[in-house]
C-alpha cells in the first residue's frame, strides 16, 4: 500500500513538481494546501500518513501548522525550507525532519523514509506523555538527548535511540526522564 502524503506548499508550480516527484516515487498524494490553515485541516480530513509543510505560507505559517497538527492529531511532518537556521524551529514545533530547498533528486524520499522511522520513535513518547502537547515537548527532549549521545559515542541516530529506551527500560524510567538525565550528564544515560 502507498504511502499517502499531504503536500502544504503556496506556490503552485512547486507543489505540482513535489507531487509528480512523489507520485513517481510510489506515494499517493492525498491533497495540497495553498496555506496552514488549509494544511491543519486537510491533515485532520484526509489523516495522510506524511504532510510535507513549506514553511512560508499564508494564513498560519509552516511551523505554526506543525505544531497544531501535532498537537490534536499527530502526523509524521517533513518541513522544506531555503533556511538550515530553521532545524531548531521546526524539531520544537514538532517536525520529524527538514529538507532544505530547492530539493534535488531523491532526497525528499531519503527525508520521508528519516521522518517515518523518527515518528515510529516519537509515537513511543506519545504512549508515554499524558496528553498531546506534553508528548511534543517530551519529544524535543529526547531528540536533543539523541543527538547528545550521536555526538558523544558517534553513534548512529537507532543506536542512540535505542540506548535511551534500553536506559529507560532498565532504570524504570520514562523516555524523558532518561532523556533529562542523558542532557544533565556528559552524555551518558544512566546504567
Not at 63 to 84: F, H, N, Q
Not at 97 to 117: D, F, W, Y
Not at 123 to 133: E, F, T
Not at 163 to 172: K, M, N, P, Y
Amino acid at each position: 500500500m502507498a504511502i499517502r502524503v499531504l503536500i502544504a506548499e503556496d506556490e503552485r508550480l512547486i507543489a505540482l513538481v513535489l507531487r509528480a516527484q512523489l507520485e513517481a516515487n510510489g506515494y499517493q498524494v492525498v491533497g495540497i494546501a495553498g496555506n496552514g490553515a488549509e494544511a491543519v485541516a486537510l491533515a485532520r480530513d484526509e489523516a495522510p500518513d506524511v504532510v510535507v509543510m513549506d514553511v512560508k505560507m499564508p494564513q498560519m505559517d509552516g511551523l505554526e501548522a506543525t505544531r497544531a497538527i501535532m498537537e490534536t492529531d499527530p502526523r509524521c511532518v517533513v518541513i522544506l525550507t531555503g533556511r538550515s537556521a530553521l532545524e531548531p524551529l521546526a524539531l520544537e514545533a514538532g517536525a520529524m525532519t527538514h529538507v532544505i530547498k530547492p530539493l534535488l533528486g531523491n532526497q525528499i524520499s531519503a527525508a520521508i523514509e528519516r521522518a517515518q522511522q523518527r515518528f515510529a520513535y516519537y509515537q513511543d513518547v506519545q504512549k508515554q506523555s499524558g496528553n498531546l502537547h506534553e508528548a511534543l515537548c517530551d519529544w524535543v527532549l529526547v531528540q536533543r538527548a539523541v543527538k547528545k549521545l550521536m555526538d558523544t559515542h558517534e553513534l548512529s541516530e537507532e543506536r542512540a535511540y535505542q540506548r535511551l529506551r534500553d536506559s529507560a527500560g532498565e532504570h524504570g524510567l520514562r523516555l524523558r526522564d532518561a532523556a533529562k538525565d542523558a542532557l544533565a550528564s556528559d552524555g551518558e544515560p544512566p546504567r
